[in-house]
T-cell receptor
Framework: GAGVSQSPSNKVTEKGKDVELRCDPI?????LYWYRQSLGQGLEFLIY????????KSGLPSDRFSAERTGGSVSTLTIQRTQQEDSAVYLC???????????FGPGTRLTVT | QKEVEQNSGPLSVPEGAIASLNCTYSDRGSQSFFWYRQYSGKSPELIMS????GDKEDGRFTAQLNKASQYVSLLIRDSQPSDSATYLC?????????FGTGTRLLVSP
């Protein structure tokens, strides 16, 4: 079946601009996660959605970051007033529930110039 | 102390050998453990999950869990050059996964 998809695959933006990253999870997966991975660094948790519950936003690094999930499916991660330190690969993952393994999309490589 | 620790490597093994990758974690209450493989420039790929003490085998891969020692390992038998990648250990903490920084494995022909 289709895996997790993300768009765009690459995004280059100027410092101070806003960006939106999209994630389409595996059909039927109720849990959706956003992570980011900076060059040579580990995966950093950003936010978690489970069904209709309030999202766990504990990993968002600043109030410039926000995310929403519409209709329990597609999610959008928005970064406002981008900074150079926001440059990273943003990864989306989905799973059938919190206890189970997560399946990652191909990621969006964000470069802030 | 990091929540999930792995030796960054590289771990170099010859083709056909057994590669042993190790991971320790700090949260004694953790119940779910995962191994991911990440090729350079690609996203992580789930290869093993383990929830109970002991061994779990899947093809050439064996995951081992020892909750008393807070230790998880991954054995790769008959290593192939295509196994060369970074292997990430992940531990579930509440509803999110906490990842180690990964061990780079190099399998030489």
């Amino acid at each position: 079946g289709a895996g997790v998809s993300q768009s765009p695959s690459n995004k280059v933006t100027e410092k101070g601009k806003d960006v939106e990253l999209r994630c389409d999870p595996i059909s039927g997966h109720t849990a959706l996660y956003w992570y980011r991975q900076s060059l040579g660094q580990g995966l950093e948790f950003l936010i978690y959605f489970q069904g209709n519950s309030a999202p766990d936003k504990s990993g968002l690094p600043s109030d410039r970051f926000s995310a929403e999930r519409t209709g329990g499916s597609v999610s959008t991660l928005t970064i406002q007033r981008t900074q150079q330190e926001d440059s990273a690969v943003y990864l989306c993952a989905s799973s059938t529930g919190g206890s189970y393994g997560q399946y990652f999309g191909p990621g969006t490589r964000l470069t802030v110039t | 102390q990091k929540e999930v620790e792995q030796n960054s490597g590289p771990l170099s093994v010859p083709e056909g050998a057994i590669a042993s990758l190790n991971c320790t974690y700090s949260d004694r209450g953790s119940q779910s453990f995962f191994w991911y493989r990440q090729y350079s420039g690609k996203s992580p790929e789930l290869i093993m999950s383990i929830y109970s003490n002991g061994d779990k085998e899947d093809g050439r891969f064996t995951a081992q869990l020892n909750k008393a020692s807070q230790y998880v390992s991954l054995l790769i038998r008959d290593s192939q050059p295509s196994d060369s990648a970074t292997y990430l250990c992940a531990v579930r903490s509440f509803q999110k996964l906490v990842f180690g920084t990964g061990t780079r494995l190099l399998v030489s022909p």
